[in-house]
């Protein structure tokens, strides 16, 4: 049973476009919630993250919404770049410990 | 500062081999994990561990076994291969096991293949 499940498997945009990716949850004992960016042959970096005391959380072209009542968030890339090109994965933990439980994945392509 | 080390980057097993991905990192991390990457199955973890002397299992952890007999070392041994652990598998550590907002910092990978 996936806890953590995201959509689409994977996005083409082209370039100056939003990209979004979107996750759902199932545990409300979920409360941080992250979004890691992975180049190929390379592990994940932390990209950004979430609490569920704030709705919204902007880091330059990088901004996190968080629906608490539906239980989902979402990430959207605006003024997408070629160099976003990459795997995207979110992720939650419960309350006060790590043990992340990751999505699915995306497969972000951002066509020039 | 090297971050994570995974070692090694590719391994190929025949079926029943037993084997050990290393994981070391130098960061004086308190937590450290297992992941495994499959295509549309994302990230599941294996096992992971809170500190030296303690280990749990996550999502997967039928057919691998782990320790943590110091900080910075958290071998991750496969038991006899099987070709359904064929997969990249990848070691994270973090400060704090209460602090994930500090992120998770990734190795590289090891890349498996059991024929």
Redo the contacts between chains.
């Keep these: 049973q996936q806890q953590v499940k995201q959509s689409p498997q994977s996005l083409i945009v082209q370039k100056g476009g939003i990209s979004i990716i979107n996750c759902a949850y199932e545990n409300t004992a979920f409360d941080y919630f992250p979004w890691y960016q992975q180049f190929p042959g390379k592990g994940p970096a932390l990209l950004i993250a979430i609490r569920p005391d704030v709705s919204e959380k902007k880091e330059g072209r990088f901004t996190i919404s968080f629906n608490k009542s539906a239980k989902q968030f979402s990430l959207h890339i605006m003024d997408s770049q070629p160099g976003d090109s990459a795997t995207y994965f979110c992720a939650a933990s419960p309350n006060q410990g790590g043990k992340l439980i990751f999505g699915q994945g995306t497969e972000l392509s951002v066509k020039p | 500062n090297a971050g ?1 080390t995974q070692t090694p980057k590719f391994q190929v097993l025949k079926t029943g081999q037993s084997m050990t991905l290393q994981c070391a990192q130098d960061m004086n991390h308190e ?1 450290m ?1 297992w ?1 495994r990457q499959d295509p ?6 294996i096992h ?1 561990s ?1 500190g030296a002397g303690i280990t749990d299992q ?2 997967v952890p039928n057919g691998y076994n782990v320790s943590r007999s110091t900080t910075e070392d958290f071998p991750l041994r496969l038991l006899s291969a099987a070709p359904s652990q064929t997969s990249v598998y ?1 070691c ?1 550590s ?1 400060y ?3 602090r ?2 500090e ?2 910092t ?4 090891t890349r498996l293949t059991v024929v």
């Design positions: 994570v937590y994990s992941y549309g199955m994302g990230l599941r973890l992971y809170v996550g999502e990848f994270a973090s704090s096991y209460t994930p907002l992120g998770y990734f190795g590289s990978g």
